[in-house]
């Protein structure tokens, strides 16, 4: 019997958690074109990317 959709939901949520709170991390510390890798790298990661790219000051213009 395979889990149900609720727990699926709740753990692609707790991962996706960790690796947003990873690669903020490693952000803080890049250089400008890690940081549009790790802005790529979140767009494709979550649904809220553009938020969470803006909030890290990822992509400044």
């Known amino acids: 019997m395979g889990a149900s959709e609720r727990?699926?939901?709740?753990?692609?949520?707790?991962h996706r958690k960790v690796k947003v709170s990873k690669l903020s991390?490693?952000?803080?510390?890049a250089?400008?074109?890690e940081k549009s890798h790790i802005a790529e790298?979140?767009?494709?990661?979550t649904p809220g990317a553009q938020v969470l790219v803006e909030k890290l000051g990822l992509e400044k213009r």
């Open 7 to 14: 727990r699926k939901e709740i753990k692609r949520r707790r």
């Open 25 to 29: 991390q490693r952000a803080e510390k």
């Open 31 to 33: 250089t400008v074109s």
């Open 41 to 45: 790298k979140i767009r494709r990661l």
